[in-house]
């Protein structure tokens, strides 16, 4: 089975200041990995996925993640924060494994939390 | 169409009513996907569509819903004899294929049972 924490439940950041929005997954073989927003009354919008390649994957407006697979984490980053980045976060996992189900499982989600 | 379109965005309905949401998804997408995300939960996986099949419905919470995909298009989600439980945003989403990397969300139907 496939599983995703996010670990916090909010986090709190100044406009300006760099920002990490934590993950961590569990997959039996490698996993896709992805990031959506949602801001409020809105549906999930993606921003980003890891796949193969590079470790560090940049998405939009903005925003990166790294996966770490001795860690098994994705944790999602921003050098300076705006505060229209205000919005609930969250990270996604999917096994790619030919036995793997065919949805998404997706964490609790992080809202986020940028004052001015 | 442009966007995974759901209808309606909001319904109000009293426990015991049956309702439906609507799901249009982008248009030549074969695989339809249904969550639902309570209040300060994230999100819980339904059901999927391979065109108009669901092959696993366990996602389903109860033998109260059901879903329907017609077409290889719209799909329908049906909550019989709804309860205060089942108040939450349902949320829709399509991608090209099974296998495709990641989803297109529609903004969601917020049912509130009353």
């Known amino acids: 089975a496939q599983s995703v924490a996010q670990p916090e439940d909010q986090v709190n950041v100044a406009e300006g200041n760099p920002l990490t929005v934590k993950c961590t997954y569990s997959v039996s073989g490698n996993p896709y990995l992805f990031w959506y927003v949602q801001y409020p009354n809105r549906g999930l919008q993606f921003l980003l996925k890891y796949i193969t390649g590079d470790n560090l994957v940049k998405g939009s407006y903005g925003f990166e993640a790294e996966f770490n697979k001795s860690q098994t984490s994705f944790h999602l980053k921003k050098p300076s924060a705006l505060v229209s980045d205000s919005a609930l976060y969250f990270c996604a996992v999917r096994d790619k494994g030919p036995n793997a189900g065919n949805m998404l499982t997706f964490g609790g989600g992080t809202r986020l939390m940028v004052k001015p | 169409g442009a966007g995974v379109s759901q209808s309606p965005s909001n319904k109000v309905t009293e426990k015991g009513k049956d309702v439906e949401l609507r799901c249009d998804p982008i248009?030549?997408?074969?695989?339809l996907y249904w969550y639902r995300q309570s209040l300060g939960q994230g999100l819980e996986f339904l059901i999927y569509f391979q065109g108009n099949s669901a092959p696993d419905k366990s996602g389903l919470p109860s033998d109260r819903f059901s879903a329907e995909r017609t077409g290889g298009s719209v799909s329908t989600l049906t909550i019989q004899r709804t309860q205060q439980e089942d108040s939450a945003v349902y949320l829709c989403?399509?991608?090209?294929?099974?296998?495709?990397?990641?989803?297109?969300f529609g903004s969601g139907t917020r049912l509130t049972v009353v």
């Open positions: 248009s030549g997408h074969t695989a």
């Open positions: 989403a399509s991608s090209l294929a099974l296998n495709s990397y990641g989803y297109t």
